[in-house]
């Protein structure tokens, strides 16, 4: 391929993110490639029970709009498109949207990528013993979907045979940018390093607006112009960097903290983040500020990928029921409390009387009472608290009569109970997230363009080579301040005498994400200096005693040196995770900010010089 630039935009973080994202970024004419990211595991079980209903639904409906809006200005500027649309049904995707392009009298050439749906084949994986990656368990007897996670040289096939749009089912995220570089740039299988650099590319801006300015710590510095924010674009050269931008004169801002957090979001180990087409090794990166929201990103490295794709299953288990309330007054935290216990004690006792079973699950959180803080609450004695409560049972009788009696205690329980306008609590199936590995070989992937079969082979590689352990850097240089406090952490000489207490947003700052029942949180220091104090104070043990309200598994800590960082990787921490958690934060997006408070020890003379705030905004 002759060109050495690629452009790529990321137009949807999700299915539902804001109809701007695809037209700002066709319409600033800054981009080659738009990718639109619509899939997560609890959507792929929306898709599947849709399809159950109706043979030609199963796909993200938004999509065929979308681009059929789009489509006179995706040919006049030559722009392709690529995304995971297809859900568990990438031909009716196809279908729906070439019959819109037709109507507007637009030809693009439609490819799709198909062969990740194993639904067909759950007998045959129960069959084979196929157990729970995490927890052991044995597979569900009626998934509602199941689907390996595809990488992208099926999506490159697609391109290199014409394709001006490409539909796929499941795949990893990343793909979809990692594809159209391995069509421009002829990368090959064993490319590793730069196949692990166009799946960071990939990685940072798959989430939409979150590298642009979107939920970063530093909120101030965006908070202005949230409501225009720009959507993200990555600029990727042959040798595998990129600068990470966005369209002119749009909102938010691009800087290496905000790059950097999305980097780290959603991680385990940086230096095996494991992905169909190769294993990624993030963790000499280096960011540096090239111009005004632009962001140079180096130093992936990669190895071979394994033998296996991941699959996540989805299915049934039971019922669920969330209600909310609001109340107000004194002793509020204490009344809401008592409004759920008398709650859960009727609806038992009417359980008992029906010969119901027993709930599976309650949760119950004080919202405004800091409930998510457990024993580091503040706000106990606060006067207006919204009250949750969710329930989980098999019976759906069960969660009927849950839902009947929780408005009736605004008259019989706590005064100052208010907020039903929503109604009664709404019965939703739970769904459960199933995670295994199964052999590559297992599955027949088939790309197609305008119904044409394209011939795909599947790239063979050699066995993964082992990690080779990362070089710790050296210690700071001796002086006075930070280096001087580092280097004696370092030494095992640090005895702060004269040390104060500051919270870690003083010395750093991050960002959360999930992973099934796991969560990590990635903490990065705002100065280099910083790490020696971070690595001796911020342990998995003191990670795991401040969050102990949430972790039921173990804490695993990962250095990564290049963003003078930790990841911690948070084992059984969300309470089953997406759809099958009870909590108001399901998927950890506020576990960062909750360990921000976590208080460490800093020598009073760094609060002297200013460099460190001793109360952080």
Known sequence: MSCELVRIGCGAGFWGDSGEGPKQLVESGQIDYLILDYLAEITMSLLARARSKDPAAGYATDFPDVIARLAPQIRKNGVRVVTNAGGVNPQACREALAAKLKVAGI????????????????AELRQQGIREMFSGEGFPDKPWSINAYLGAFPIAAALAAGA?????????????????????????????????????????????????GGIVTDWKTTVEDWDRVGFPIAEVARDGSFVVTKPEGTGGRVSPEAVAEQIVYEIGDPAAYLLPDVSCDWRQLSLRQQGPDRVEVRGAAGRAPTERYKVSA??????????TMMIGGRQAVARAEATAQAILRRTRRMFAERGLGDYLRTDIEVLGAEANWGAQARARDTREVILKLAVHHADKAALEIFSREFLPSATSMAQGITGFAGGRPALTPLVRLFSCLVPKDWLDIAVSVDGQAVDF????????????????????????????????????????????SVPLIALAYGRSGDKGDSANIGVLARKPEFVALLREQLTAESVREYLAHFIRGKVERFEIPGLHGFNFLLHQALGGGGMASLRYDPQGKMLAQILMDLPLQVPLAWIEQGLVAAEPA
């Open 107 to 122: 030809e693009l050439r439609i490819g799709i990528v198909s062969g990740d749906d194993l639904l067909p084949r759950a």
């Open 457 to 500: 082979a599947a790239q063979s590689q050699p066995s993964p080579q082992p990690s080779l352990p990362v070089k710790q850097r050296g210690h700071a240089p001796r002086g006075e301040g930070v280096a001087a406090v580092a280097s004696a952490i370092l030494d095992g000489t640090f005895a702060p005498k004269s040390a104060i």
């Open 314 to 323: 989805t299915y049934q288990d039971g019922f669920r029921a969330t209600g």
């Open 164 to 212: 001006d749009i490409v539909i796929t089912g499941r795949c990893v995220d990343s793909a979809l940018a990692l594809a159209p570089l391995v069509h421009e740039f002829g990368w090959q299988a064993a490319d590793y390093d730069l196949l692990s650099a166009g799946s960071l590319a990939g990685h940072v801006i798959e989430c939409g607006t979150q590298a642009t």
